[in-house]
């Protein structure tokens, strides 16, 4: 709701309140204050131009030059390029020196050949958007009133010495929505009184009701309507005060009809609607529910179909307005109207909201209906609009107002102790206190020593329970004025140990270079099973936005695959991603999935570049499985972890590992097959995916520090001839087995196969390191470990001492 502060001044006095202060103080009071716009802010030099003539600028055919009194010693000459310039015009001008929105400074110059001593301006150049400049004068310079002063200051005679607040409100607070409306809140703030408008209701000796009946077919969705009939109407321009009002408030002027009802609509809060009685077709308005499949051509020059949901106005035969939201083309008030019909209702606003929707429509009326009017204001709103109609447009409004009336309004009472109210809202307010915060609502009231029971205004159709009242004073009363305590026996969040872990994951990553990725749930069926370390049936969406987002994902790793697509494809050719997110396994039809939470990477190009030591190592199987050693490192469940050869479709067969946890499959880390290469679009990307549930929630044991070794260790290194399709990991865990008292270490360095090794073998070279803590090993000793240990690998695994 955009509100002017020389409008509001009408209503309320706010001698002393800057629009600033008033911003503050409305948003403490719970109404926020998104912005104030100044909208004559840096304009200077701009005033009121007469053209006394206008010639085809003798250089140029889309030029004019113009001849331009300023109220100065004598006219000047301006060079204008607006099509609709013509001898006769009052006009805006820029005088040299004057400064436009944007910083634009106007100068004297030269165009053509010949002197300009300023701009004629269109709205647009003084700062007005598009959309409220009125369509006459869209496309070229706006033409003043012919009583315009020459050498009259633009910027006060648009007022735009204004402030424009921008009221950001809630849903409930549609009492707002009006001049009137925020008036009453201002009021209840600064504890000052409201001035509304006053109706005189002249009228003449004819009655509205010997030209039109009424008829309401659905009084549910229709409890009261109104009209009221205006003859002898002059369509024309409305007065600048009006058009300007309208304009700061974001409403295109038209006319003085159809200005006066939008004018009505911002003061009250009412929506009303002006039809042309000669073009309605019949003297009787019925209002009822469309049939499926009527017609209505809407002002937006739009054929809309209609069904049973929407309500409609009719002349007993045919619509010619949807109600609440917009009125008929055919029924209009144009340049040649005499008598004009005028609604004011009261519509159910469900019923609006639903033809709003349903047509893509939303009006300054319908989004009113649908937040709530106030009903005691339909027929003021009418009476108010009818004469000023009469006053801009020349009519007379006659005698009455034709009604249906089956509106029933009953007053909300609220009651409510004061004691309550001070321990809901934490005050030591008094009954003295609390009476005059009413009294500045404007809300009647009786008190029964400390009990209150309040009779809320039909405007403010937002408070219904003693809640609703305890929230109104506290506002006004102040919320920094509401002392402040601590909570009592409370005891304070943090985070679980799922939680702390899972900020080491992403910790960890990230300090190894990678970067959070955050991929949709949603995928296609195509890819919902790629990478999938379980297969399940798909779990399909009822409603899916598109076939590429219509299936829960069973892994994460497809969707990253496309963020390192996306990243090539632009040139950016090292990624390094991670992503924790949750995959979904199918229970059955009509059953809930099951949520796993799952950590996966994808990473290609350069994990070292040291242009200057001429150092490049691309990523590698190795440099994945070792960010992941890292990481169990850091989450203290590396001795709990194997790597076994792995097969998944997707992945390349020779680079493609199985994680295990306590020798259950958790993950996996591989390539990326050639074939999946060319599916993304990539090249050499290593990915990974664990299940993350699992390896945070194993248990592991206290953290034990050791002391540095006071003694020396030693080290062996062995060589050992096995069949090609034992692993490195099975020989390892044997070793390790078998000199557990005293092998403390085994590392791989080195596979081999070619010369010197049989065929169908390879030589698996590794490093065994020896050592007791409380004294200095002997070769004996280290000796007889060491043919333990190679009496174990012949033993499991055939394996001969490389010679």
């Not at 890819?527 to 892994?555: C, G, T, W």
């Not at 990915?687 to 003694?711: A, C, Q, R």
């Not at 020989?731 to 090794?757: H, M, S, W």
Request: proline share 5%; aromatic share 8%; hydrophobic share 35%.
């Amino acid at each position: 709701m955009l509100v002017s502060y020389k409008w509001l001044q009408s209503y309320i006095d706010l001698d002393g309140i800057t629009p600033s202060d008033l911003a503050e103080k409305l948003t403490k009071a719970g109404i926020e204050v998104d912005g104030i716009e100044m909208p004559g802010e840096g304009l200077k030099n701009l005033i009121v131009g007469h053209v006394l003539k206008s010639e085809k600028h003798p250089n140029a055919d889309k030029l004019n030059r113009c001849l331009v009194d300023l109220g100065e010693e004598e006219p000047v000459q301006i060079i204008c390029g607006a099509p609709n310039v013509a001898a006769g015009q009052k006009v805006i001008v820029a005088k040299p020196g004057a400064r436009l929105p944007g910083n634009i400074k106007i100068k004297r110059s030269k165009i053509r050949g010949e002197v300009s001593n300023g701009m004629i301006c269109s709205l647009q150049e003084i700062g007005f958007t598009t959309k409220v400049v009125p369509k006459d004068y869209a496309d070229g310079i706006y033409v003043l009133p012919e009583e315009s002063e020459v050498g009259t200051e633009i910027v006060p005679l648009f007022n735009m010495d204004d402030a424009i607040l921008d009221l950001d409100l809630t849903a409930n607070r549609a009492d707002c929505m009006s001049m009137i409306g925020v008036a009453y809140e201002v009021g209840a703030i600064l504890n000052r009184q409201v001035k509304l408008p006053e109706i005189k209701g002249r009228t003449s000796a004819e009655r509205a009701s010997d030209y039109i009946h009424l008829k309401v077919e659905t009084p549910q969705d229709n409890p009261l309507y109104t009209a009221k009939i205006i003859k002898n109407v002059k369509i024309g321009p409305s007065p600048l005060w009006l058009q300007t009002r309208l304009m700061a408030s974001g409403i295109r002027p038209h006319n003085n009809v159809v200005d006066v009802t939008n004018y009505i609509l911002l003061e009250y809060g009412q929506p009303l609607h002006a039809f042309d009685y000669d073009r309605f077709g019949s003297k009787e308005v019925v209002v009822r529910r469309a049939k499926r499949d009527e017609k209505l051509t809407t002002l937006d020059d739009v054929e809309r179909t209609l069904t049973e949901d929407h309500l409609v106005i009719t002349n007993g035969i045919k619509p010619v307005a949807l109600a609440g939201v917009m009125g008929g083309a055919d029924s209009e008030v144009q340049t040649d109207t005499k008598t004009v019909l005028l609604e004011s209702a009261y519509f159910n606003g469900t019923v609006v909201r639903k033809a709003s929707r349903d047509h893509g429509l939303r009006s300054e009326s319908s989004s009113r209906f649908e937040k709530g009017i106030d009903p005691n204001r339909v027929r003021e709103a009418a009476e108010r609009a009818a004469e000023l109609i009469a006053e801009l447009a020349g009519g007379e409004v006659l005698e009455g107002m034709v009604e249906a009336d089956s509106l029933t309004i009953e007053p909300v009472k609220i009651d409510f102790e004061l004691g309550k109210l001070n321990k809901r809202i934490g005050t030591n307010l008094f009954v003295d206190d609390v009476e005059k915060i009413i009294k500045r609502l404007q809300f009647s009231y009786q008190v029964n020593g400390e009990s209150f029971t309040v009779t809320v205004p039909s405007r403010r159709w937002d408070i219904r329970l003693p809640e609703d009242m305890y929230e109104e004073i506290a506002r006004l009363y102040g919320y920094d004025h509401i002392p402040k305590t601590l909570p009592m026996d409370v005891s304070f969040g943090g985070l679980t140990p799922y939680q702390k872990k899972r900020r080491i994951v992403r910790t960890c990553l990230e300090g190894l270079g990678l970067m959070q990725s955050i991929t949709y749930s949603l995928t296609s069926e195509e890819k919902y099973s790629q990478f999938a370390m379980e297969k399940a049936d798909p779990i399909e969406l009822a409603n899916p936005m598109s076939e590429a987002h219509s299936v829960l994902r069973l892994s994460l790793v497809p969707h990253l695959l496309d963020a390192v697509s996306y990243n090539l494809a632009r040139k950016n050719k090292t990624v390094f991603l991670y992503e924790i997110g949750s995959v979904f396994y199918s229970k059955g039809k009509n059953c809930q999935p099951e949520e796993r939470e799952h950590l996966a990477g994808a990473m290609t190009g350069l994990y070292v570049d040291h242009p200057w030591q001429g150092k490049k190592e691309p990523v590698d199987f190795y440099t994945v499985k070792g960010i992941l050693d890292v990481l169990f490192e850091k989450l203290s469940v590396s001795r709990f972890i194997t790597y076994e050869k792995g097969q998944l479709d997707g992945l390349h067969p020779g680079q493609t590992a199985n994680i295990l946890l306590d020798g259950k499959v958790i993950g996996f880390v591989g390539k990326i097959n050639p074939d999946m290469e060319k599916w993304y679009d990539v090249k050499d990307v290593f990915v990974f995916e664990l299940h993350l549930g699992e390896l945070l929630m194993k248990e592991t044991d206290e953290l034990l520090y050791t002391s540095i070794p006071k003694f020396p260790s030693i080290s062996r290194d062995i060589a050992l001839i096995v069949d090609r399709e034992i692993s490195a990991g099975d020989l390892q865990r044997t070793i390790q087995d078998a000199g557990k008292d005293l092998l403390k270490e085994v590392k791989v360095f080195d596979v081999y196969e070619g010369e010197n090794v049989p065929a169908g073998k390879k030589s698996i070279a590794f490093t065994l390191t020896y050592y007791d803590p409380e004294r200095t090993l002997t070769d004996e000793e280290v000796v007889v470990e060491h043919e333990k240990i190679l009496t174990a690998v012949k033993d499991a695994h055939g394996a001969e001492l490389r010679k």
